[in-house]
């Protein structure tokens, strides 16, 4: 009967387990778009010391990076709602 099964089912393993790869996917560009954000905020802040912009410039564009990054976590947070209800599927 398990055989059966197994053949039966099959399909939709692996169905979901490219589903889980894509999710997968899309986690890690996440990640690497909030890294590449922060590393943005820090050269930010670099060039204000350094005097290169002006307090205006930075604020306009600091304003900016953080609006994207705390969208980022925003949407992170809701895709480790969802990952914990796929978890119970599983």
């Known amino acids: 009967m398990f055989v059966v099964d197994d053949i039966l089912m099959a399909p939709f393993r692996g169905i979901f387990w490219v589903c889980k790869e894509i999710h ?3 986690q890690d560009e996440v990640v690497n778009e909030a890294d ?3 590393m943005e905020l ?6 204000l010391e350094t005097g290169r912009i002006s307090e205006e410039e ?4 600091e304003k900016m990076l953080l609006d994207r990054l705390d969208a980022l976590e925003q949407s992170g947070s809701d895709e480790e709602i969802s990952d ?4 119970i599927l599983t």
């Open 24 to 26: 997968q996917a899309v």
């Open 36 to 38: 590449a954000l922060r």
């Open 58 to 61: 930075f604020d306009n564009q």
């Open 42 to 47: 820090s050269r930010l802040y670099m060039m």
């Open 84 to 87: 914990d209800a796929g978890q």
